[in-house]
């Protein structure tokens, strides 16, 4: 089935640094592609997707392009706030279920 | 106006017991799940409904069963707790995209406890 990597963290950074968190995919055809945000003590939430190739999915001044080269769906964002702080999940869909990656622990520092 | 409501959010018991955890969504959609996610954040699915009917059981211990009296709920009941079940389950629901999974709400999660 469909899967998605994740690259692992955790990440601490200092605001308005760049953020970069990788994330590839292995499927058969042309999954879509999503990328989930956990604040500290709350559910999941859909912070942008993409549903074919090409396509840029953004949010909240996070950003992750559909590359079907590549196998990629990178998340950005050009300026991190302490409030970025969160855990960040990649994943596709695969077979009437998502299939998530590890999870990328994200702190932001003042 | 909470669209993916969990009960209770804290749960506390001792080995052995029975415990459930309930699940509501008022976003009208089809599908519904259950999640465990460990002390890693790793999330992994164990159940989905679709319409009151089980679609996905993933390899999950038989202590663990969902029920869902309608397309609206669905509660995980969980029989002789171990120490392993401690986690934070989560419940997400969904209609089907155009072209496969679209978008899951989740709920805020149960932190359960066994000691």
């Known amino acids: 089935g469909n899967s998605v990597t994740q690259m692992e963290g955790p990440v601490t950074l200092s605001e308005e640094a760049f953020l970069t968190i990788n994330c590839t995919y292995t499927?058969?055809?042309?999954?879509?592609l999503f990328w989930y945000v956990q604040y500290p003590g709350e559910g999941l939430q859909l912070l942008l997707k993409?549903?074919?190739?090409?396509d840029k999915g953004s949010n909240k001044g996070f950003e992750a392009t559909y590359r079907k080269e590549t196998t990629s769906f990178h998340l950005e964002k050009g300026s991190v706030q302490v409030s970025d702080s969160a855990v960040y999940f990649c994943?596709?869909?695969?077979?009437?279920?998502?299939?998530f990656g590890a999870g990328t622990t994200v702190t932001v520092r003042a | 106006d909470t669209a993916v409501s969990q009960t209770p959010k804290y749960l506390v018991t001792q080995m052995g017991n029975d415990k459930s955890i309930k699940c509501e969504q008022n976003?009208?959609?089809?599908?519904m799940y259950w999640y465990k996610q460990d002390s890693k954040k790793f999330l992994k699915i164990m159940f989905s409904?679709?319409?009151?009917?089980?679609?996905i059981n993933e390899t999950v211990p038989n202590r663990f069963s969902p029920k869902s009296p309608d397309k609206a709920h669905l509660n995980l009941h969980i029989n002789s707790l171990e120490l392993g079940d401690s986690a934070v389950y989560f419940c997400?629901?969904?209609?089907?995209?155009?072209?496969?999974?679209?978008?899951?709400?989740f709920g805020p999660g149960t932190r359960l406890t066994v000691l």
């Open positions: 499927a058969t055809g042309y999954p879509s």
């Open positions: 994943a596709t869909d695969n077979d009437y279920k998502l299939s």
């Open positions: 997400a629901s969904s209609s089907p995209g155009l072209a496969g999974v679209d978008e899951q709400f």
């Open positions: 993409a549903t074919k190739a090409d």
């Open positions: 976003l009208g959609h089809d599908t």
């Open positions: 409904y679709n319409n009151k009917e089980l679609i």
